[in-house]
């Protein structure tokens, strides 16, 4: 029986490093192409969504090579946004992003998910595209999320999730576990399997309904989401509770 590419909780971290530090030179190309480009789309959705005002501070967590963080930026130009993510391959091709665009504001921090080196409370929006279902611990990653949220802010997750309709999930299922493994494969040149991770890491994530219990068990409230594409992927949108409202919640 073939090994399946999913590592248990102990190997995840090293091995999510390991893979996304080989690839990080062809992140941005495949992600273009085996998206058909509409992942620009979802994230524009996505920082729309966030609610940003000028003097707002934004956090995204998994950030990759920041394009979730330029579209933060992009739509609230007046907000300071940081990128964290503890892959520095991707960090470094976020910044040089950053300086060919000339434009917004942008500020890379090395940081892990699940340990994030922020205060409580230190910012308004916190957001994660395509990286929360990456992370070693879920629960533990969407709770460092509420915890580095204002209480009233927002925290907002763009994610991938399998179609309700039968025949869309079909045609997704045979993109997501036949073409998309051997086309990303051989177009990153990786050794690490990485486009076989993908649909499997997608195919085990919770489902909409069950991730947004997941928010609430996390301490935050206003928990909705919106399907895009024909539900292939959900933009979660969350809300920190306040102090008043956690303890109402715990007596």
């Known amino acids: ?22 690839i990080a030179h ?7 192409l085996l998206s058909a480009r509409f992942d620009r789309r979802w994230r524009r959705f996505t920082a729309k969504a966030c609610g940003l005002q000028d003097g707002m501070r934004a ?3 998994c950030s990759g090579t920041g394009d979730l963080a330029f579209a933060l930026s ?4 007046g907000a300071t946004v940081i990128a964290s993510d503890f892959v520095h391959e991707m960090l470094t091709i976020g910044a040089s992003k950053s300086r060919r665009r000339g434009r917004g504001s942008y500020a890379p921090v090395l940081g892990d998910a699940l340990d994030l080196p922020f205060a409580d ?14 992370v070693a611990n879920l629960k533990q990653g969407i709770a460092e999320m509420a915890r580095v949220t204002r209480p009233g802010g927002r925290a907002v997750i763009l994610e991938f999730t399998e179609p309700r309709s039968p025949v869309l999930r079909r045609a997704y299922m045979l993109y997501f576990t036949r073409v998309l493994p051997k086309l990303g494969n051989a177009i990153s040149g990786s050794g690490h399997d990485a486009y076989s991770y993908l ?15 997941m928010m609430r068990e996390c301490g935050l409230v206003n928990v909705r989401y919106h399907l895009k594409t024909g539900g292939i992927v959900a933009v979660h949108i969350g809300e920190r509770a306040s102090a008043a409202a956690a303890d109402r919640r715990a007596a």
């Open 74 to 77: 992009d739509n609230c130009p």
């Open 26 to 32: 062809r992140y941005d190309l495949l992600n273009s």
């Open 59 to 61: 956090l995204d967590i």
């Open 121 to 134: 409370a230190e910012f308004d929006v916190v957001t994660v595209a395509f990286g929360i279902r990456n």
């Open 199 to 213: 649909p499997a890491s997608v195919l085990s994530f919770p489902a909409p309904d069950e991730l947004a219990t």
């Open 1 to 22: 029986m073939a090994e399946s590419p999913l590592p248990d909780e102990d190997r995840k971290r090293e091995f999510v490093h390991s893979m996304f530090a080989g």
